[in-house]
């Protein structure tokens, strides 16, 4: 039986580049764990830093993010509210542009209900895959990684002192694993994404939430895994006749803590689109082929 993961997925870092800031938001919970993590970056010496995933609508949050300003542009990794709630606040206080991936013509994906993204805050100037900007002193690189959800992005950032690092924003998450957010989320995606980041060994990432890792690329391994495991798991319910998801949910998470079996649903209907979408494909793996063609998106 595979274990539910609730410890980091790589060694801590001990330290964070000199050129980044932590600033968590008061909002802990079970999908939040310690609370989000807005990033500061700017290189020592520079005036203006940037702001990574301003968090949640709270009043002291920004009110902390202002002590760390001004700030030359506001980015976000995904469009969930616990990131981008504070972006219209954040952008007016500032007056800083907001930039990130966008899943649709709006600069927002669907919410993990499916609803139209108006209920998001974030609505950012489109960042294209491989884009790289060169702001607060820093040379940041855009890593489209889609799969937790459809505008996921992670953030490649070098200083001049020549260390790196890769925000992650909730696609590698500090400590245990993250939710493939159907049906906005992806399995396919989401696999294609972390193999993706399994090629930076050695960055450290600063996930969304939870603690800095010493290794990216470690982290993306592990993750790789342990999805796999679920997926086997979950296809062995299915073979004995189990494809209702909350069936599947009560049988392959039986040891997760019930509060999280909701979320728990979203991944295990990614996992079973998935499987359908593997059984019509001819070469019977989608793992090489990643993005979303011939998925079932009921």
């Known amino acids: 039986m595979t274990a539910h993961v609730t410890t980091p997925a790589a060694a801590l870092a001990s330290d964070l580049p000199g050129w980044a800031t932590l600033v968590r938001a008061p909002n802990p919970g079970p999908m939040t764990l310690d609370g989000t ?24 949050h920004l009110d902390q993010l202002a002590a760390h300003g001004p700030y030359s542009m506001i980015l976000v990794t995904h469009g969930h509210p616990d990131h981008v709630d504070a972006v219209p606040a954040a952008a007016d206080r500032f007056q800083a542009p907001v930039r990130g991936l966008a899943a649709d013509e709006r600069g927002g994906a669907a919410d993990r209900d499916g609803e139209a993204c108006d209920q998001r805050a974030a609505e950012p100037d489109r960042l294209a895959d491989g884009t790289v900007l060169d702001v607060a002193g820093l040379t940041v690189t855009v890593l489209a990684t889609p799969g937790h959800t459809a505008d996921s992005a992670c953030f490649l950032v070098a200083g001049p002192d020549g260390r790196q690092a ?93 509060a999280l079996w909701p979320a728990a649903e979203w991944s295990v209907r990614a996992q079973l689109a998935y499987l359908r979408a593997s059984a019509d494909d001819p070469a019977g793996d989608r793992e090489s082929t990643p993005g979303r063609t011939g998925l079932d998106r009921q």
């Open 37 to 60: 993590n807005t990033w500061v970056l700017r290189q020592p010496g520079e005036r203006y830093g940037v702001l990574v995933d301003p968090g949640p609508a709270d009043a002291g």
């Open 166 to 258: 890769v925000l992650t924003g909730d696609t590698i998450l500090g400590r245990g694993t993250t939710v493939v957010a159907w049906p906005d989320g992806d399995l396919g995606d989401y696999l294609a994404s972390l193999r993706r980041l399994a090629a930076y060994d050695e960055v450290t990432a600063l996930p969304g939430h939870g603690p800095a890792l010493t290794d990216c690329a470690a982290a993306a391994r592990f993750y790789l895994a342990h999805r796999q495991a679920r997926l086997d798991q979950v296809r062995q319910v299915v073979a004995r006749g189990v494809t209702d998801p909350a069936a599947v949910v009560a049988e392959v998470y039986a040891s997760v803590d019930r």
